[in-house]
């Protein structure tokens, strides 16, 4: 099965635009090019979401950050970027891209950016205690 | 004991409805199928609740759980199905079901869905200090 | 030195009642019997309070969770219970109790009660960054 | 150099009066004497605070928390006077002192208190994403 | 290539002014000298700050937290003295220094410092679920 | 179904009796009382055995764990009897048994107790390098 | 691209037979049904094996734990057997297989089986402090 | 019931001196005062031996342990000295005392020494992968 | 400054090849192509070597393992290639390459490989009891 | 007081040196600069070792690790001059030095190097189980 990079993002129809969800994506493998040195910069990437009317599809999520491998990007830029094209693509209700980069320089840079749809409002949220996973396991 | 996967969700009577409490639950041996491939997903399925006249009652949870191990799902598909099952069942104040769904083409992906009962409001959380377990002992 | 579980919550005078103040305390050893099976069952309690006039004196709070080591108690019920047990002792401005029960048919039960003392408002929260312990150590 | 364990707490001027900043400080080897057993009790104490004219000084900090070590104190009443003499000492816009005692007869307790100053308000939280220590880093 | 300590901050241009976004850096390598008896300070600087019209350049920064090597410092004051410099340098929407200073006397201390933009507000903050980094995970 | 705390430790025919293989059981609900107070002791057991020609049934383990329930008995010999009892039961090649007892007078108690089978001999180990879980993901 | 679970196990050439060289690969989503109940167990195996001629073939190796989906099997036999094909069909110098059960009746039951090549020797251990990962990281 | 600190170790008849079993003790409450300054040292004990005819009874070491709260010791001299106490009241097949001491000047120091009876032997250490608690969790 | 990848490994002379001493290096940033579909593969690499003549030159190491970037590599073949590239350049007395790979198909696959020189010998591990960092600080 | 950077090491007597006993020192704030760019290293040390005669004094370990702070040193050649000094200063039975850099050019470098007195040979390793702090605890 051949696949290749892709600057295109493919959707699917949400299943439940009736209801604010909240969809939740790691991808640890977005590497790209420093524009100053040519060396490679590596990511890893969180993606938060409540769709509206489109859902992101996995697979072309991964084929876009691949198409970053040999472009150079700046941290600040790259992250604001991808976020603009994943809201091109599915016109979300809320966005929040969490971009992590390698550590550069004895410095780490995290940058985080967010989208949010005009008129579009959060439900009050409902504030339960958190438990850690299997917190009532002993041993 | 002859056991049977089910898509019966069994309830018991709320022991102190008078007062809004919090159950949380965490299921993590959910698998389904993909509906793709063919091939097995898995997730680890967490639910928390406010629970109105009915509580979910364990057992027959996990039957629920079990039913869905020969069945095609999408990720946000069946996190919001599953949400409209158990809030059909028990018609609960409110209800929040988190699934983490394992690694698929290098990406994680989570989803989490909510319900509210029409007019019920959360008395307003009073924040304490969390303290993780034992954080007094030293050695 | 003979000890007895028992039902009886001793308490003391709150030395500092002219303050909300938070008292924490983890009870990692509490039994019970299922009513179905008979089996016993684990827990681990958090109380979380505010105390008004009077606090929980710490030798009989243990006292009283070694109470229930013979009686036959469902997770819901029994988390209310106590926590309205503790209420009649201490009346207390504030009282959250957690109760984190051992799986059970590999699910996992949490159970979070609260009471507030009717017209007690808790001071507007200050909210500070906050620090794992020994956080800025290095090696 | 001799040094003393002393109830004086020292303080210096606040450089930076003009704005409300946080200073948080933990002090491990807080130990004091069981007012019923006279056996030792041990804690770990956290001071959160934000100054206003005067900061505590840290090595009378430290002789400070000495002077406790040959007295009876009750976890409750400790807490609370501890918290009284840093803010008579220091007159803070705000204070917090957490205590962590050490386990005794197989319970945790802590406490947490606070003191604010009449009139004064926290600037509104500005939530940001919160990242543990290198978190991007990988291996 | 010759490089020095220098209390230069280099800027570069926001390339997304139009969005308020966080910038989180941190910076584990901070030292500079202890005013009273000349040794050694450690701390690691944590930076989160949402630009204006401009960013703090990465190897400038890596200079400037250099060129306090040889200088005495307290730990409150120089805190907010390089939050200070921060923002006359890049005029940010916000900013926040969290300084973590290696233990002395046995006792840790950390200190916060924040500056806003006047007239300048956050976006209503969006609350969703927080997962750990792979916390979909099992094994 | 009606069960009972028992002091028959069941056992199966060993599957796999050519092989020398390692089954690791965890045990995180032992209680028992103390002899001298006739309060209540907790217990984590862990129990790393070589079969021989029997395995432990796991159902008839639980039940013999539940038959100290109501029984006294000390750290040291409790833990050494359950083994010889493990032992006459199951007559395996090597048995280890580790019981974590409960924080006691602020004190913490572990014993380890070993049974090996006459003229049994381990095979040489042969040492990997061991990952942690997961150790590869990154995020 | 239709896949099938597949009792085949797939091989290719160890492309370094020259060298005993470790091969560690984790399968987190192992399930089988409890031959007593029909219920579903599930299972992280984790299999370290030095290769000989033959290495494993990760796909093919997923299908074959596909295989056990809808089978019986008990944890000590499953374990045991799972090692028996892996060495049918690769052959390897040496192999373990560990197998890590989700929790029944309360209690954990993990398992560890081995297969060595006769004649075969491992090659006298070199033991070099070890690190976790960015264990020289600090923050 | 008045307590008091006391250099008497007490001891109890070793109720299975036929094996060679593992007691392992953990005291977090250890302090003494530095001989140089006069100001208090903590540090965590941890005792871990084989015993032959006798065992150090809990209570007796922890007021053992509280007899050091006024005398001056150096770290590696009180870690001798305390095994040498141990070893004159148990006469232990092996014993070895591990003592972890409060950071000073910035530096931490541990001390581990131990004491072998003459003549015995271990029994060669059959090596079984070690499990941490609940690793076959999952969520 | 131009750099570029290169697969020339540049060294320098051991400053003290009198004695075997152990350097570990973690490369957490190799990303190779799959052979197979051309998808990027990427790994965290561990060095742990014992040098005879010369040592690895940290930069050029960096630009070594840029240089796969682009070139097709399955995981039990590179990670072998790559050790002989290393052992080629520096001879060492011990090398063991360790190689994590980022999930694929649900699995984790980690290779480990290892060179000794003919004829060295390690000298006989002094096992000591081992310390996590700051494992001796409270709170 | 005055104090000073000193390459001078101060000892003091061996209390107990009728036994071999293990001195554990953690030195996180060592900082040198880069032969190469002068710009500042930084790296954790830590010091195991098996006193004879002499026994290195805390203080004078500071002043000397102090010493570096503007001189240039390579990572490999700094590690075992430390140790050559310290050998030279305690004629330890063994010690043995572990330096953990920070990381430089997205690479992270440990050294470890040892020394053994000429005949001594440690006793035979007694290999108990090891146990996490607090392991028994449960919540
Ligand atoms: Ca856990
Ligand atoms: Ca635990
Ligand atoms: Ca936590
Ligand atoms: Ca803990
Ligand atoms: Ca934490
Ligand atoms: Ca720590
Ligand atoms: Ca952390
Ligand atoms: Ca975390
Ligand atoms: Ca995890
Ligand atoms: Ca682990
Ligand atoms: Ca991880
Ligand atoms: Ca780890
Ligand atoms: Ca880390
Ligand atoms: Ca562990
Ligand atoms: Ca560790
Ligand atoms: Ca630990």
Redesign the interface.
């Known amino acids: 099965?051949?696949?290749q990079p892709s600057k295109e993002l493919e959707t699917f129809e949400?299943?439940?635009p009736e209801?604010?969800?909240?969809?939740?994506?790691?991808?640890?493998?977005f590497?790209c090019l420093c524009p100053k040195?040519?060396?490679?910069d590596?990511?890893?990437l969180?993606l938060?979401y409540i769709?509206d009317q489109k859902?992101v599809e996995?697979?072309s999520?991964?084929m876009y950050m691949?198409s970053y491998?040999n472009e150079g990007a700046?941290h600040?830029?790259v992250?604001?970027h991808i976020l603009n094209d994943l809201v091109a693509a599915t016109h979300p209700r809320?966005m929040?891209l969490?971009a992590?980069?390698?550590?550069?320089?004895?410095?780490?840079?995290?940058?985080?950016?967010?989208?949010?749809k005009i008129g579009w409002q959060?439900?009050p949220?409902?504030?339960?205690?958190a438990?850690e996973?299997?917190?009532?396991?002993?041993?």
Request: aromatic share 14%.
């Open positions: 099965m051949a696949t949400n299943p439940y209801r604010d969800y909240h969809i939740h994506m790691e991808v640890p493998e590497t040195t040519g060396q490679p590596f990511a890893t969180i938060d769709p859902c996995l697979k999520l991964k691949w491998r700046f600040e830029a992250t604001n809320f929040r969490t992590k980069f390698y550590v550069r320089g004895g410095i780490f840079t995290n940058v985080v950016a967010e989208h949010r959060p439900a949220h409902v504030e339960l205690t438990f996973a299997n917190s009532n396991t002993r041993g």
